[in-house]
């Protein structure tokens, strides 16, 4: 990001923060509750806007829990944490096929070959934010419709 833009939200009472999960923000404290957070605007993962025209926006209250967001990508996600509303570090747990075998000393052995499939029940979890729950709980409004 340019030094200037950085210089700039600095001087308004920003400062750099670690989200957790690797993910970085600009952060400042709302006058009476809660904060503001800016972000990059692919999936709001980090602090280094390229784009100052495409950051994210997000307001939080004081349990971390989103108020609102704004901002971003242009087409709304289908999947993004339904706590912190960002998208960038979302994990899932899927079911792979493994070739399993015994070898000459009794281990057993796998080796994953071939797809792997996750559904709406599939475990999810928002590396930003910690929140884990069930993928369908992590569904936009935009993949319910
Ligand atoms: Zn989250």
């Known amino acids: ?21 690797g993910c970085t923000a600009w952060r400042i404290a709302l006058p009476r509750h809660g904060y503001l957070l800016i972000t990059d605007g692919e999936g709001g993962a980090s602090h280094d806007i390229d784009n100052p025209q495409a950051c994210t926006i997000g307001i939080y209250d004081e349990q971390s829990e989103c108020v609102c967001i704004t901002g971003g990508a242009l087409e709304p996600p289908t999947f993004a944490c339904p706590r912190c509303q ?22 057993l052995q796998t080796e994953v070959e071939g797809d792997h499939d996750w559904d709406d029940h599939a475990p999810m979890r928002c590396g930003c934010c910690e929140f884990s729950g069930e993928a369908q709980q992590f569904k936009t409004a935009k993949e319910a419709t």
């Open 86 to 107: 960002r998208t960038a570090h979302l994990y899932v747990i899927v079911t792979a096929e493994a070739r399993l075998w015994e070898d000459k000393d009794s281990n």
């Open 1 to 21: 990001m340019s030094e200037d833009l950085a210089k700039s939200l600095t001087a308004l009472g920003f400062a750099v923060v670690d989200t957790g999960g």
